[in-house]
């Protein structure tokens, strides 16, 4: 199984972005996907997860400007950003829990959101 992280890129400050995270390889089912970002010199930190139900959990810091979906039929997990802050800068991570078998979790290699001010 595999994860593939896309749609990082320049953006000014205000603007908008929208990541894609698409699994490939023997999946059975997805459970929990999530969108981890991880800011030079910080610790990887949780920024949205969406679980098969279709529930959603946010940060804080990205609460009403960061919406989490997925499309299961697609094998693919949105993270569509807007507002975007300096500080939002940096490299973004999906994760998801998938059952291949067994149940394990997955990272995909991460796409770099640079918010200029």
């Known amino acids: 199984v595999q994860l593939q992280a896309s749609g990082g890129g320049l953006v000014q400050a205000g603007g908008s972005l929208r990541l894609s995270c698409v699994a490939s390889?023997?999946?059975?089912?997805?459970?929990?996907v999530g969108w981890y970002r991880q800011a030079p010199g910080k610790q990887r930190e949780l920024v949205a997860r969406i679980n098969r139900n279709g529930g959603t959990h946010y940060a804080d810091s990205v609460k009403d400007r960061f919406t989490i979906s997925r499309d299961d039929a697609k094998k693919t997990a949105y993270l569509e950003m807007s507002s975007l802050m300096p500080e939002d800068t940096a490299v973004y991570y999906c994760n998801a829990e998938i059952f291949s078998p067994p149940w394990d979790t997955f990272w995909g290699q991460g796409t770099l959101v640079t918010v200029s001010s």
């Open positions: 390889g023997t999946i059975y089912r997805v459970g929990d």
